[in-house]
């Protein structure tokens, strides 16, 4: 290039970086770089840019369009202009100067690799006994070795870079999925074997290879050249070299051969790296350690070697002492630090691998468990969570227990110490410091510490199983210690307690822990097997039951301690004896009545409120565990509920009679038949009422019965206007009692909530095939069945409701008070800008407002739509009862979304994920046809108007964070709850057809919805439209799952009809090209690829069309690119081969960015990913071999 090119491009790249440029000026640069890189010449131009005569960044410019031409075009270049360009590469990087910033030898590795991955070793295709013809080896790059030899041996920097080139390498070929390094995978791995192992090495374990032996500069091998390097690194105390050491060590230490590993003593090199006074040294050598402890060996003296000698006693000494050295101020986290005591301690559980195999004799496993305890019982929970799975693995499986024997109440007190509620201690707890420090949202915050305590309260379960006895008697002095603490003392004395502090936190805890225990008994009845289980059983059980009559016989005040305590007693019951059990029983009935003090506060009473409620719940779980235990006690009981009946609510009422339904239809009992109807037949009664069936049809008397015209008489009286704003307007005397009427008339507006409960809780988890459930079907099918319309029809008039058209003709005062009570309020984690303090404190001070009419009809509306989709997914359980009702697809469908305009995002995620997928699930296959033919087309046009309008709103407004906070909040819960909907959705379409990769079979019903959907376009065209959408929307999770699903269907629609042919190369391929192509989606870029493959060869029986897409797609690819793509795919031994040609080709012709930085922060994720997919960071806190309580999660809601 003479002067003036250079000066054109110097000055282009001026003005893009001066910051006095206007954006057409960059513009304008911009495009003349552009068609620079485009040029012909431009590899040749980018070397004599990239020259060290050159600044800096017209240098980085030069490595640029050196990178260009070989991502773009390097397979269309003959081969002398190949050579031409390697030689170039060889030849800056023997010019490297000692001052070239960093960036320089990163772009220049880059480049030397990005050669390296397209043709080193290609001569390696030869038969492996023939020596390759010389040219082959020239094409090949048979000099690579002895060229990045020369280098090392040239320069300090030089040295550097080829360490950066090895890093670079062996990242793409052995830990990432590189779409070019994943077509020569044998090839590439064949050769960095070879060149880092010593010849000894090579010699002992493969067979002499020509070709191979050709590819080697040096006898001894990388591996040991780096050893030397790092060794000396260290001595010299030249932090930079030893960091670059380790960095490259680290791609490799998993791979090579075992002995080499021994033989160069590379552990106690690693050892001495961490005892560096270098926190970046330090996290670099514990992440070498982690991969060298945690790899697989091939010879097990190896392993001996390795792993036996850190188990010895000076190794274990070695690591407590690097573990105990760490010093972190929750006060001042420092990054670097807090990261290393993660990954030491990561390293350190690592080890338990080998915990089976090491040798007991010269093993120090007793300080090893001691160490790892110590990482249990840590401040920062993200450290001691790491430990989790081990504790609960080694208590779970009956060889293991011996090993950990020694530390097992050890590790029950840590456990118990753990049990707390994190998220009510105040900001100040050590904990709670580093909490705040881990995790940038509450959501993740929350999310984390259930899975703690999920796996905190299995330690304890598991613990106390194995060690029956004495846990129960170490339970029974724990709980007499601290009731007869001054803290203890508090809570049984105390009329309320405050939610944030310790008496109230520690003693929820202390039921927690007695929880966990007792299921731990649930367990031990299955788990022990001895001769003298009889006589264990007799003596666990009375000890349990003495706990328990403790736990009864103790006088709590606070509803919610209170609430805690009844749940607690009736996990008891499976354990008990039926005296106790009645103890029990009697103990909720005197709680359910539980008093409201005169005078209390609308959060206290509806806190008590809950606590009558939780008394219904929790007796319906005994009867649902111990019907028969019952049986004989029914009629007394039933006595009993009657005399409590006028002491009790409607709703609370509800829950009595299920009890005795439960009990009647699921015990041996004589008269079901009979008791069903005395018990079902009023409750459900009012449904067939000639009034409420006129009146479900008329939304004004809809909105009398919910108060709406005693309410706006009210106002009226007050001469409240239309535009008072409620909540700075106080409640009077009078409105107090209207509310109080209210109160009345809603707890019994609709009699939804019963039908649903004494639905739900008769029928729940009987087998269809029992005969409990066969008789309850032939008692429900006819009293539902002709119920099913009047409650769509409520459901119909509830979303009527929320649409403003409908308010026009009300008065205008009327039209704004039903505005109000259609406004959602609710708080959502980790997106709110206030705390739900905050929130709640707001909604409190509400309560004494007239905004508190507004949103007590709002909740009552919402409350009623809920158990409307309760019920309808509960009737759905009812065999074929909703199913086979005429046209009831149709009639449903318009309930739903007939009125769809006022149905917020809020509402459509419950009505999708409670109703409309039970619905689709429970579908019998024999109603497949007609049920699914009718709602499918609708439904999935629907939701695809619904996806499709709310994304475009997001995509236009964005966020805008100049707006005020209480703006960008909603704006912000918007989009969090849209991506919920979206979800949601994406497993709606799961439930239909099934996912690519889903561990459950196909259940009868999705084979025959699939055959439904694929062998009808109507239905096809909105299902594969709405998916197409899926994929493309700015929520990578759900772009994903779309993916796999379409991955499922694939081979069954393609090649059965043109026109569905056709559709999926223009619509299905835009979309797979649009993940293909941006980096957002690269999660999901390997499986995009499949099904762009599998589609691509499909569709070739139609001629060019597809390629014709392909090309409008992707306007940079050509004629060479193709015929590329087709070689790859016709030479590909499997699919896989042939979806890494696919990805190779669309990494050729996509727009490839230049920021560097960009590219490698994305790098930099990818290598994360992968190392936390392999440390096994996504099954962490999601244990699958949880095994769940014995009642388990039933009545969840009510």
């Known amino acids: 290039m003479d002067a003036i090119g250079v000066q054109q491009i110097v000055s282009a790249l001026e003005l893009i970086h001066s910051p006095k440029s206007t954006n057409e000026a960059r513009r304008e640069a911009q495009a003349f770089l552009e068609h620079v890189k485009s040029q012909e010449e431009s590899p040749l131009w980018g070397y004599e840019l990239a020259l060290p005569t050159q600044n800096t960044i017209v240098r980085h410019f030069g490595l640029t369009l050196l990178q260009n031409s070989i991502t773009r075009n390097w397979y269309n270049y003959d081969e002398e202009k190949k050579l031409a360009i390697r030689k170039w590469i060889i030849d800056l990087a023997n010019n490297l100067q000692e001052n070239d910033p960093h960036y320089i030898k990163e772009k220049l590795a880059f480049i030397w690799v990005g050669v390296a991955k397209r043709c080193w070793g290609s001569y390696l295709a030869t038969v492996e006994d023939t020596e390759a013809e010389y040219q082959a080896f020239v094409t ?75 590819s080697k500069a040096t006898k001894e091998g990388w591996f040991v050249l780096w050893l030397k390097a790092l060794t000396e690194f260290i001595k010299n105390g030249d932090e930079k070299g030893v960091i670059k050491t380790l960095e490259t060590f680290k791609t490799c230490l998993n791979w090579v051969y075992s002995s080499v590993l021994t033989q160069s003593n590379v552990l106690n090199t690693l050892l001495q790296a961490v005892t560096i006074d270098s926190i970046r040294i330090k996290n670099i050598a514990i992440d070498c350690l982690y991969i060298l402890f945690t790899r697989s060996f091939s010879r097990s003296s190896d392993m001996d070697a390795i792993v036996g000698s850190i188990f010895k006693p000076e190794g274990m000494q070695l690591l407590t002492n690097i573990y105990q050295e760490i010093r972190l101020d929750p006060d001042d986290i420092d990054d670097e630090y807090y990261s290393f005591a993660k990954k030491v301690t990561e390293m350190i559980v690592g080890l338990c691998e080998h915990l089976q195999t090491v040798d007991e004799k010269t093993s120090d496993i007793s300080n090893y468990l001691k160490l790892v305890l110590s990482t249990t019982a840590s401040d920062s929970l993200t450290i001691s ?237 005994i009867a649902f565990v111990m019907p028969e235990n019952l049986k004989n006690i029914l009629d007394e009981l039933d006595t009993v509920f009657q005399g409590l009946l006028p002491r009790l609510s409607y709703a609370e009422a509800v829950s009595f009679k299920a009890f005795v339904l439960v009990v009647s239809q699921r015990s041996s009992i004589d008269n079901k038949a009979e008791r069903f109807i005395r018990i079902v037949e009023p409750e459900i009664a009012s449904w067939t009422d000639p009034t409420t069936v006129k009146g479900l049809s008329d939304l004004p008397w809809f909105m009398e019965r919910l108060g709406i015209v005693k309410i706006a008489e009210y106002f009226e009286s007050r001469g409240i206007s239309p535009d008072a704003d409620l909540l700075k307007t106080p409640m009077d005397e009078q409105g107090l009692k209207l509310k109080a009427e209210l109160k009345d008339r809603w707890s019994a507006l609709f009699p939804v909530r ?108 919402r409350y009623t739509r809920e158990y409307v989709f309760l019920s309808l997914a509960t009737i759905s359980n009812l065999d074929d009862t909703l199913y086979t009702i005429p046209n009831i697809a149709d009639i449903f469908w318009r309930a ?113 919805i699939r055959r439904l959907i694929f062998n009808d376009k109507n239905i096809l065209a909105p299902f594969l439209q709405l998916l197409c959408h899926i994929i493309m929307l700015k929520d990578s999770r759900c772009s994903f799952n779309a993916i796999l699903i379409i991955r499922a269907v694939l081979n069954d629609i393609v090649l059965k009809d043109e026109e569905v042919d056709k559709f999926l190369c223009e619509n299905l391929t835009k979309s797979i090209v649009h993940c293909l192509t941006i980096d957002f989606y690269r999660e999901s870029q390997g499986e995009s690829a499949y099904v762009l493959t599998s589609l691509y060869i499909n569709m070739k029986v139609h001629g060019p069309y597809m390629q014709q897409v392909l090309r409008s797609l992707l306007p940079n690819s050509l004629d060479a690119d193709f015929k590329e793509l087709e070689q790859g795919l016709d030479t590909a031994k499997n699919i896989r081969e042939q979806r890494n040609s696919m990805l190779h080709f669309i990494q050729t012709v996509k727009e490839h960015s230049d920021d560097d930085e960009s590219m490698k922060r994305e790098r930099l994720r990818q290598l994360d990913a992968v190392q936390k997919k392999k440390k096994g960071d996504t099954d962490l806190m999601n244990d699958p071999f949880l095994e769940n309580g014995a009642l388990g999660n039933l009545f969840g809601d009510n």
């Open 140 to 214: 090949g790059w048979y000099t690579m070795d002895k060229d990045l030899f020369d280098l090392w041996m040239l320069s300090p920097q030089t040295r550097t870079l080829v360490l950066i080139i090895f890093r670079t390498l062996f990242e793409d070929t052995y830990i990432l999925d590189d779409p070019i390094t994943s077509r020569r995978n044998s090839i590439l791995t064949s050769l960095c074997t070879h060149v880092v192992l010593p010849q000894e090495t090579l010699d002992t374990i493969y067979e002499p290879n020509a070709n191979l032996q050709k």
């Open 385 to 621: 969570a790491i430990s989790l799975n081990f504790w609960g693995n080694m208590l779970r499986e009956n060889d293991k227990i011996e090993i950990i024997d020694e530390y097992i109440f050890d590790l029950l007190e840590v456990a118990a110490s753990k049990m707390l509620n994190y998220s009510s201690l105040p900001e100040e707890h050590v904990s709670c410091k580093y909490l705040a420090f881990d995790f940038n949202s509450h959501a993740d915050s929350y999310s984390f510490l259930n899975n703690y305590k999920r796996l905190v309260d299995d330690i304890i379960r598991l613990t106390i199983c194995i060690r029956a006895e004495r846990g129960l008697q170490w339970l029974n002095n724990r709980l007499e210690v601290f009731f007869s603490s001054d803290i203890g003392s508090t809570v049984l004395t105390s009329e309320t307690l405050d939610y944030h502090q310790e008496p109230f936190i520690l003693t929820i805890s202390q039921f927690d822990i007695v929880e966990a225990s007792v299921r731990g008994i649930v367990r031990w009845k299955i788990w022990y097997g001895n001769a003298d289980y009889n006589e264990k059983l007799d003596q666990l059980l009375g000890t349990v039951e003495i706990l328990l009559d403790k736990l009864l016989a103790m006088q709590v005040k606070d509803p919610v301690v209170l609430k805690k305590l009844i749940q607690l007693y009736v996990q008891f019951t499976p354990l008990c004896k039926d005296n106790l059990i009645f103890k029990v029983i009697e103990r909720l009935l005197t709680v359910c009545t539980f008093e409201c003090p005169e005078g209390a506060s609308d959060e206290l009473a509806s806190t008590i409120k809950d606590l009558r409620t939780t008394c219904g719940t929790e007796l319906n779980r």
């Open 754 to 861: 019963s039908t649903r409960l004494l639905i739900q809780y008769s029928i729940e988890k009987l087998p269809k095939d029992s005969e409990n459930f066969k008789n309850l079907l032939a008692l429900w099918k006819p009293r539902v069945t002709p119920i099913i319309p009047h409650i769509l029809q409520l459901l119909y008039q509830i979303q009527a409701y929320h649409n403003p058209e409908n308010w026009k003709p009300l008065p205008r005062i009327v039209q704004s008070f039903v505005r109000d009570t259609t406004v959602e309020r609710f708080w959502q984690m980790g997106v709110s800008i206030q705390s739900r303090d905050e929130f709640l404190e707001e909604n409190v001070k509400a309560m004494h407002t007239l905004r508190d009419f507004a949103d007590s009809v709002g909740h009552i509306v």
């Open 896 to 1008: 739903a979304t007939g009125e769809n305009v006022g149905i917020t995002l809020h509402s459509w995620k419950h009505m999708i994920s409670i109703m409309l997928r039970p619905v689709i699930k429970n579908c019998p296959p024999a109603h497949v046809g007609n049920f699914m033919r009718q709602l499918l087309p609708q439904m999935f046009v629907t939701l695809d108007e619904l996806l499709v309008n709310k994304w475009e709103k997001v995509y236009i407004s964005g966020l805008q964070f100049d707006e005020d906070d209480a703006q960008l909040s909603q704006e912000m819960m918007e989009e969090h709850i849209l991506r919920q909907v979206t979800q949601v959705i994406t497993r709606l379409l799961v439930d239909c057809v099934g996912q690519y990769g889903h561990k459950s079979p196909l259940t009868d019903t999705q084979l025959e």
